[in-house]
């Protein structure tokens, strides 16, 4: 049971870590600001994080996105990747990134699986091996480590501690995992957004290399990187038939901030310059949308707004609303109830757009 420090209100909807309701983020954000700022400072003290985006004047510039740090000697950026080597060079090197991978037999549980080749066959023949699931084939997941968000909740917080010991690996050596079987690659994390430059590296030599016909390149990502390299990325994916998936974490700044540690001016700009480029191929989708259903906090309200903005844009992008498990410093809140979904994707459809699926359904709980 949370109570928020600002109302007094008190309920199971609100997180006991963060200690604010929803409306007062929203109501009164500058009043509540000093306690988010507070909150996140403290989660990252955890991890030996940079407390904030670093802005030292001397300190060498990273434009990787929008946080645009600038690193001092012997220190790391926002993301826990980026780093000062001896006040000379940031590393690691583009062609370099810190990383693990898998193999993940196809249809796979992605956010696009209900939309994408590999689980459909969407854009047989020219993106696909057969016109349905590809069963048989796999997807080589990548997850890189560090991200440009602190999401309070995030799914995947354990990449902030196992980087300890890691050692980067080449564009090359990543290239060579993609085998026979493989038919897509996924690149996730954490975020990509801290080794952009590697995943295309890696993408455009294996494109190069391949063998085959089929072969997508996918990336997920909150959308907060440098606009160049987003350009890049969808170029990759419209090639090989992958696509783009943004997580959309809020529609108000201000609850972006309260959530993830950072607002999502950057992710809004990104996706309106993905949105442009999805109307050049509709099948497979070449940009997917996906919410995080986080119970008192991502309400129908704000997946109402949120589809709005897509819909303005292109009604046809997919949109997928996930369910919520209790984790990271979110773990004291609720499974997403299947009430609060079926009201979120009812908000998606009144919002515009033309596909909306509920995504991690063996996750969803009782009502509230």
Not at 304 to 332: C, M, T, V
Request: charged share 25%; proline share 6%.
């Amino acid at each position: 049971m949370g109570k928020c420090i600002r109302c007094g209100k008190e309920n199971r909807l609100i997180s006991e870590w963060l200690a604010l309701c929803r409306k007062c983020i929203l109501d009164d954000f500058l009043g509540v600001e000093s306690r988010i700022r507070e909150v996140h400072q403290m989660s990252r003290k955890n991890f030996h994080l940079p407390l904030a985006p670093p802005e030292e004047k001397e300190g060498l510039p990273c434009n990787y996105c929008f946080n645009q740090c600038r690193i001092g000697k012997d220190s790391k950026g926002f993301c826990g990747i980026r780093e000062n080597r001896e006040g000379k060079r940031i590393s690691p090197s583009p062609k370099m990134g810190y990383f693990s991978w898998y193999y993940d037999p196809l249809p796979t549980n992605c956010v696009a699986d209900w939309v994408c080749p590999g689980g459909t066959g969407a854009g047989y023949p020219d993106y696909a091996h057969r016109k349905g699931p590809e069963y048989g084939f796999q997807n080589l997941a990548v997850f890189y480590y560090g991200c440009p968000f602190n999401c309070l909740f995030c799914q995947n917080w354990q990449h902030k501690q196992d980087i300890k010991g890691k050692k980067p690996q080449s564009s090359d050596e990543l290239a060579q995992a993609i085998d026979k079987r493989t038919s897509c690659v996924c690149y996730f994390g954490g975020d990509p957004t801290p080794h952009l430059p590697h995943s295309i590296h890696t993408s455009r030599l294996a494109l190069s290399q391949k063998q085959r016909k089929i072969l997508r390149f996918c990336w997920e990502t909150n959308g907060t990187m440098n606009s160049r390299f987003m350009e890049e990325i969808l170029d990759i994916a419209e090639e090989s038939g992958g696509c783009v998936k943004f997580d959309l974490k809020a529609f108000h700044s201000g609850l972006n901030t309260a959530l993830c540690g950072r607002s999502n001016s950057q992710t809004k700009k990104n996706f309106e310059l993905a949105a442009k480029w999805s109307r050049r191929r509709r099948e497979p989708p070449l940009v997917v949308a996906s919410t995080l259903l986080v119970p008192g906090y991502v309400e129908s309200e704000e997946v109402f707004q949120i589809a709005k903005f897509i819909a303005s844009l292109n009604p046809e992008i997919p949109y997928s609303l996930l369910g919520f498990y209790p984790h990271f410093y979110f773990r004291d809140l609720l499974c997403t109830s299947r009430r609060h979904a079926e009201e979120c994707r009812e908000a998606a459809l009144e919002g515009g757009l033309k596909r909306v699926k509920i995504g991690n359904v063996h996750l969803l709980g009782k009502d509230y």
